[in-house]
């Protein structure tokens, strides 16, 4: 929901009232203009997920070194501009999404400062579907989301989780041991170590290197397994029972498996 409009909005000069109220109609408002800006934040996120993972097979590369900073900048825009639009600025500084956009700020505006931070440039992974408004739009514009959105939501968790920890493996592994040289071998570290295969051609280096390997193992039989069962579940579809509550029910019900009420689940037909 977009926050509401702060008391001292109308105290503030004349053009900064309506910069504020075009960016607040781009981040919050209904209209086709303002879901196609928040549309193309959503592949901008993605495109910088997919160069953050990319980069990591030209380390050192000046072109990559370029990217950063045009990846940093157009951040810092976005980030301001919610800053700017947002009525409690302390509050969106201390979200998650926040937190993130600042360490993925300092690993690519300053790498330097930012070189023990890479690893946490994932962290970008968070801003994917952040928005209720998006995730409310994609829903009533592609059938094949409403129809499944638990399972894209659920694959979207278990992806993030992967690629973050396959990033904590790729930069505390990578200049110590000669096995992993990219995020291909840390994925396949990460993967196998997940799914407790273990084929042990690759392994973590040093004490720190086994106790990662220990947390990921234990993380491979909790977290891992969870998100997973949650992707190939006997999908549930979304309907609130008129007596208990209940709001998630097989696609076929036709009582409700708490109290047994008659339940009547709209369907769109084969």
């Not at 959105?149 to 968790?157: A, E, L, R």
């Not at 696609?251 to 689940?265: L, N, Q, R, Y």
Request: net charge positive; with cysteine; aromatic share 10%.
């Amino acid at each position: 929901m977009a926050d509401m409009p702060d008391a001292f909005d109308e105290s503030r000069p004349a053009h900064r009232r309506g910069l504020r109220r075009r960016l607040r109609e781009l981040y919050f408002g209904s209209s086709q203009p303002a879901a196609r800006f928040r549309y193309g934040l959503l592949v901008f996120d993605l495109t910088t997920i997919s160069f953050i993972i990319a980069s990591s097979f030209f380390r050192g590369h000046p072109a990559i070194e370029v990217l950063d900073h045009v990846f940093g900048v157009v951040i810092l825009l976005d980030f301001s501009a919610r800053m700017f639009i947002s009525s409690n600025r302390l509050r969106e500084l201390l979200h998650p999404v926040g937190i993130a956009d600042l360490i993925v700020l300092v690993s690519l505006l300053a790498p330097v400062l930012g070189e023990n931070l890479a690893f946490l440039r994932v962290a970008r992974l968070l801003r994917l579907f952040r928005s209720y408004l998006l995730v409310d739009r994609l829903r009533r514009d592609f059938p094949f989301v409403r129809r499944n959105q638990d399972i894209i939501f659920s694959s979207v968790n278990l992806i993030v989780f992967i690629l973050v920890v396959t990033a904590i493996v790729f930069e505390t592994q990578v200049e110590s041991n000669p096995q992993i040289a990219n995020y291909a071998d840390a994925l396949y570290f990460t993967v196998t170590t997940l799914t407790t295969t273990g084929f042990g051609d690759i392994t973590l280096e040093g004490t720190w290197g086994r106790l990662l390997a220990v947390l990921i193992m234990i993380f491979g039989v909790s977290l891992f397994l969870r998100l997973a069962q949650t992707v190939f579940r006997p999908q549930k579809v979304h309907h609130t029972c008129p007596t208990c509550g209940l709001t998630r029910h097989d696609a076929d019900a036709v009582h409700c498996k708490h109290c047994g009420e008659v339940i009547t689940i709209e369907t769109e037909g084969a």
